[in-house]
């Protein structure tokens, strides 16, 4: 099967229909062709249950054949950071994301090693690290407490501190170095990237839709945006930006 079939494929048809006992209707909105009205019920539903990530998935399938591009990706982006490691999650967000100029693997980086890096959500990393927290000081505790078994328990100590304090860097970078504390897909089909905060200031880019943006700082009805693979910044409407 070829890429374009395998994607119009995953395209096809919502995650996981039977999940829920009232995903039915909206599956029958998109089934009929109405994909307004599928993305209006699970856009309805999304909001109900916000760490549902097969419903922010289905939203984004929907949004994407009513020709919302920038929408759907910003729904496939939740979807993902829930479900990092779902194939299908995955590779839609890819394949809108290339529709907007824009890859999920960035230049350079190996897939391999990004797929690694993306293996667990942000809020399961934060629950690792501190399941390993905890059981680095319970051992550290006994190690003190308990002299005669100091000998055995220090190896499994050292591997628990160690685990520690490789997840929690882990789960830092994903919160804050790797995935910028606020973060917005381009939503406007066409986004003219200005000097400053307002209609006067010159036009310094034009971003297409379903670009994914840093949202660095606001004035009013204006964001201040960066855009990491150009490496320019500039303002917009901040109706032009969805932030995720």
């Known amino acids: 099967m070829t890429p374009a079939l395998l994607a119009a494929a995953l395209l096809a048809a919502p995650l996981w229909p039977s999940a829920r006992a009232d995903v039915p209707q909206g599956q029958k909105l998109y089934d009929q062709g109405d994909y307004p009205g599928a993305a209006a019920w699970y856009a ?3 909001a109900a249950d916000p760490r549902d990530a097969a419903l922010r998935y289905d939203l984004g399938n929907a949004l994407f054949k009513d020709g919302k ?12 950071d829930m479900c990092p490691r779902d194939a299908d999650m995955r590779h839609n967000l890819d394949y809108a994301l290339r529709r907007a100029g824009e890859e999920l693997v960035p230049a350079g980086a190996p897939p391999l090693l990004f797929l690694a ?6 809020r399961e990393l934060a629950g690792l690290q ?3 927290c905890w059981l680095a000081l319970i ?14 328990l220090l190896p499994g100590t050292a591997t628990a501190l160690a685990l520690w304090l490789g997840l929690g860097g882990w789960w830092l970078a994903v919160r804050g170095g790797i995935s910028p504390p606020r973060r917005g897909v381009i939503v406007a089909s066409s986004a003219e990237l200005r000097s400053g905060p307002g209609e006067s200031f010159s036009v310094s880019f034009t971003v297409p839709e379903g670009r994914r943006v840093q949202v660095l700082s606001a ?13 320019v910044k500039g303002w917009l409407p901040a109706s032009a930006v969805e932030e995720i």
């Open 117 to 122: 890096f993306h293996l667990f959500s942000e």
């Open 139 to 152: 051992l550290a505790g006994l190690c003190l407490r308990r002299e005669s078994l100091r000998e055995a």
């Open 219 to 231: 004035n009013g009805a204006w964001l201040e945006l960066g855009l990491v693979k150009e490496g």
């Open 130 to 132: 501190w399941l390993a």
């Open 44 to 46: 309805q539903a999304a």
């Open 69 to 80: 591009t920038g929408r759907a990706i910003a729904s496939y982006q939740r979807a993902f």
